[in-house]
């Protein structure tokens, strides 16, 4: 049957066509999301990329970053910022390891009534949680009244306004993030792995450390890595509870531009602190799913 | 008691005795998350200028305060407004998206996806600062339009996250079988699809409401005179006095989003199900 060829080749040709242009309209399904970010996030972000070239004579220059060598009030900025995120992320490790190890290890009826002082703050919103912290705190706060009180202090101390008072409500806000993403490691763990360590003669605690731990570190890095990366861009909180003596270098943006309106020395500092982002999620890239990281803690 | 004490917690594990401080130092961390959120709630009944705990008088003064006061009501309308808007149009975008990105094989469905979700991971600050940028140019700046606009970007990547693991755990050869009998894509997926993956649907709306709702840092930048949101007021009277009218606010705050929680919680133990 010679004409049988050219006629299914017509037909492959046409399925192909039919397959391609549904493709297309599935793509489609994708545009009108594509529009918003484009116009809300990628066309500004171009935009302010080229702004922080332009110095205030207007023509092509890198002065909006050699201000920063410059200056060092900037690299105090900058260096406070990875200080209060590092500080913040070891807060969030040291208390929520053993709060999601705890919470994995009891049964799960227990561990569901407990979720609940995780997932309520989760839930609240932050400026609630940091006003929370700011009556907590202040002069004649709770804090204060408890402590001199119980005796351990005799003069109201000043626990806020200052960097203890931010890294205890940044930690409060973080928790979660990093709970959430540990306890979903650890819930994953196969128990018949300590079972075997066990069988073979390893000690409690050899079977913690050699066997547990490395298998919830995946989740434990997840954690850490949103706990850093959003503290780096924090602003809220750090604004209520630093009380104007804590500046970040979100703080330094929102001020170059509302209150110097220099679109020129924002875009720059906009700009290193989201390369400072990328660096940080390419560099964790070669240990992880990096794409995946930010599904945990919505997937609760 | 005792021979709780001495009893190891598993054959593998030493016993609960010699590990009685993780027990105490995770109740001090859950203390630690749930107390500051919940002391709002009875300061907030004070009789008093000053915040106290416990409150020596009680009253509903603050609570006057708030509903009483013209300003107070606009943005809590305006933040309504948003919320809702947002969760429509975040819901109906995120998942045509998702479903787009989840169906089509193109290779360019990764890159999109990253791009979707991009607002996740670029600091909201920069996000804000961006958006204030093209509102001044495109006059949307304290605009409902504007707020909603800019709210939806940040609650796609959410809705993508969550319809996203929806139609992940959902047989799409049961979309071919329904096409196979005449139904067309939209039908099969409106009347086969939409019903099985709807928990996810609900929760991704939950979610894109709230996250409108709270949000501060773009309303800072974008938001303003009649348009002002609720969170925006709060965050400037927050920064010039302690006013225990915002406690009030926190409170129904808080019923709000804890309403809402329970109510995703229901939504995912029937999506689980």
């Given at each position: ?27 489609g399904?994708c545009?009108?999301a ?8 990628v ?54 390891y053993p ?18 002082a ?5 839930w ?44 205890v409500?940044?930690?409060?806000i973080?928790l979660?993030?990093?709970v ?5 490691a ?18 409690p ?23 850093f ?11 209520i ?15 170059n ?15 290193v602190l ?22 945990r803690?919505?997937?609760q | 008691m005792?021979?709780?004490l ?6 593998t ?25 919940l ?18 008088t009680?009253s ?23 919320a809702?808007?947002?969760m ?21 469905a ?30 949307l ?16 990547p959410?809705v ?5 693991a ?9 979309e ?13 997926f ?22 409108s709702?709270?949000?501060?840092v773009?309303a ?17 009277a ?6 225990p ?28 199900d």
């Amino acid at each position: 049957m010679p004409s049988a060829e050219p006629s299914t080749e017509l037909n492959a040709d046409r399925l192909r066509r039919a397959a391609f242009k549904e493709r297309l309209a599935l793509f489609g399904l994708c545009s009108p999301a594509l529009m918003l970010v484009t116009v809300i996030v990628v066309v500004p972000a171009a935009w302010l990329f080229w702004l922080s070239f332009v110095g205030q004579a207007g023509v092509l220059s890198l002065e909006n970053y050699q201000r920063m060598l410059d200056n060092s009030a900037y690299a105090t900025i900058f260096w406070l910022t990875v200080k209060v995120a590092f500080l913040t992320t070891a807060v969030c490790v040291l208390a929520g390891y053993p709060l999601a190890y705890f919470l994995s290890q009891i049964p799960a009826k227990v561990a569901n009534v407990c979720m609940i002082a995780v997932l309520v703050p989760f839930w609240t919103s932050l400026l609630v949680r940091t006003y929370a912290w700011l009556i907590l705190l202040q002069r004649h706060g709770l804090v204060n009244d408890l402590g001199m009180g119980l005796g351990l202090w005799h003069e109201p101390l000043t626990l806020v306004n200052n960097l203890g008072g931010t890294l205890v409500g940044m930690s409060h806000i973080m928790l979660p993030f990093l709970v959430l993403p540990v306890y979903g490691a650890m819930k994953a763990i196969d128990r018949d792995y300590p079972r075997a360590a066990a069988g073979l003669g390893a000690s409690p605690v050899d079977v913690f450390l050699k066997v547990f731990f490395p298998l919830s570190l995946p989740g434990l890095f997840a954690g850490m890595l949103i706990v850093f990366i959003m503290c780096l861009g924090f602003y809220v909180t750090p604004a209520i509870l630093g009380g104007g003596k804590i500046i970040l270098v979100s703080m330094g943006i929102a001020t170059n531009i509302q209150l110097f309106v220099n679109w020129g020395a924002a875009s720059a500092l906009g700009v290193v602190l989201f390369g400072l982002t990328l660096l940080i999620l390419f560099g964790a890239s070669f240990v992880m799913r990096v794409d995946q990281m930010f599904d945990r803690g919505h997937a609760q | 008691m005792k021979a709780w004490l001495d009893a190891p917690a598993s054959d593998t594990q030493i016993t609960h005795k010699q590990r009685l401080w993780l027990y105490l130092l995770a109740a001090l961390v859950m203390l630690f998350l749930i107390a500051p959120t919940l002391i709002v709630i009875p300061m907030s009944f004070s009789g008093s200028r000053f915040l106290e705990f416990p409150p020596r008088t009680w009253s509903l003064t603050w609570y006057r305060h708030y509903f009483d006061s013209p300003e107070w009501m606009q943005a809590t309308l305006v933040s309504l407004k948003a919320a809702f808007l947002t969760m429509l149009l975040a819901t109906v975008t995120g998942g045509m998206a998702a479903y787009g990105l989840a169906r089509s094989k193109v290779r360019m469905a990764r890159w999109i996806y990253l791009m979707l979700i991009s607002p996740m991971i670029i600091p909201v600050i920069l996000l804000a600062v961006g958006a204030f940028y093209v509102y001044v140019k495109l006059r949307l700046l304290n605009t409902l339009a504007g707020l909603v606009l800019a709210h939806s970007v940040l609650a796609i990547p959410l809705v993508l996250i969550v319809v996203g693991a929806g139609l992940k755990s959902f047989d799409a050869s049961q979309e071919m079988a329904a096409r196979s009998l005449g139904a067309t894509r939209l039908e099969a997926f409106l009347m086969v699809t939409l019903p099985q993956i709807r928990f996810s649907v609900l929760t991704a709306a939950l979610l894109s409401f709230l996250a409108s709702f709270d949000e501060v840092v773009m309303a800072l930048f974008i938001s303003g005179g009649d348009n002002a949101t609720l969170t925006r007021n709060m965050f400037d009277a927050l920064r010039d006095q302690i006013d225990p009218t915002i406690a009030s606010i926190s409170t129904i705050m808080i019923c709000i989003s804890s309403g809402l929680m329970a109510l995703a919680q229901v939504l995912r133990k029937r999506r689980a199900d």
